[in-house]
T-cell receptor
Framework: NAGVTQTPKFRVLKTGQSMTLLCAQD?????MYWYRQDPGMGLRLIHY???????AKGEVPDGYNVSRLKKQNFLLGLESAAPSQTSVYFC??????????FGAGSRLTVL | SQKIEQNSEALNIQEGKTATLTCNYT??????LQWYRQDPGRGPVFLLL?????KEKRKERLKVTFDTTLKQSLFHITASQPADSATYLC??????????????FGKGTKLSVIP
């Protein structure tokens, strides 16, 4: 099925470890977004991309890096994980920067 | 600064009644608003988009209105069912100041339909 695929679905890290979350979409969408969702905080935008090779900061970018080397993939990296980054991460894509298609989420726990 | 607010964090209603959720915006005039549904442990799913020149839009038991005078969108679910229980999110267009395309959401309203 066409859509947005996030890997991994679950991950446990120790403080200071690094990891990369992968988002892949097969809809040829230009725009891609990474959000985190915490209880009581709603969805908060981390970084986004308006096309291959471009990235931009969202509301809460600190501690994260992103890359969009291929149009279909948007990677979210944590260089040195902290317990405050324990969250559920959602990737989304859209062709016209309006209606978003979301992935199923990646649940990250940092101990 | 531009702001989107969903007034209620939680709303409980009896099965069969109409649920009404509110999304208010301040300090700007969005060209459209979107509504999404999110079930626990899942990503949000798009439901409806209403443009500023559309007073009302419907999809099955769902109805959305857009009042530019009140700076408000209302989301209605008629003949509500327990299966409608979820969190509903409101989203404005991306803020396009200085070439930005941030797409942000309200905090959402958690709807519980009681049998």
């Amino acid at each position: 099925n066409a859509g947005v695929t996030q890997t991994p679905k679950f991950r446990v890290l120790k403080t200071g470890q690094s990891m990369t979350l992968l988002c892949a979409q097969d809809m040829n969408h230009e725009y891609m977004y990474w959000y985190r969702q915490d209880p009581g905080m709603g969805l908060r935008l981390i970084h986004y991309s308006v096309g291959e090779g471009t990235t931009a900061k969202g509301e809460v970018p600190d501690g994260y890096n992103v890359s969009r080397l291929k149009k279909q993939n948007f990677l979210l990296g944590l260089e040195s994980a902290a317990p405050s980054q324990t969250s559920v991460y959602f990737c989304a894509s859209t062709q016209r920067a309006n209606v978003l298609t979301f992935g199923a989420g990646s649940r990250l726990t940092v101990l | 600064s531009q702001k989107i607010e969903q007034n209620s964090e939680a709303l409980n209603i009896q099965e069969g009644k109409t649920a009404t959720l509110t999304c208010n915006y301040t300090n700007y005039s969005p060209a459209y608003l979107q509504w999404y549904r999110q079930d626990p442990g899942r990503g949000p799913v798009f439901l409806l988009l209403i443009r500023e020149n559309e007073k009302e839009k419907r999809k099955e038991r769902l109805k959305v209105t857009f009042d530019t005078t009140l700076k408000q969108s209302l989301f209605h679910i008629t003949a509500s069912q327990p299966a409608d229980s979820a969190t509903y999110l409101c989203a404005p267009p991306p803020y396009s100041g200085a070439g930005s395309y941030q797409l942000t959401f309200g905090k959402g309203t958690k709807l519980s339909v009681i049998p």
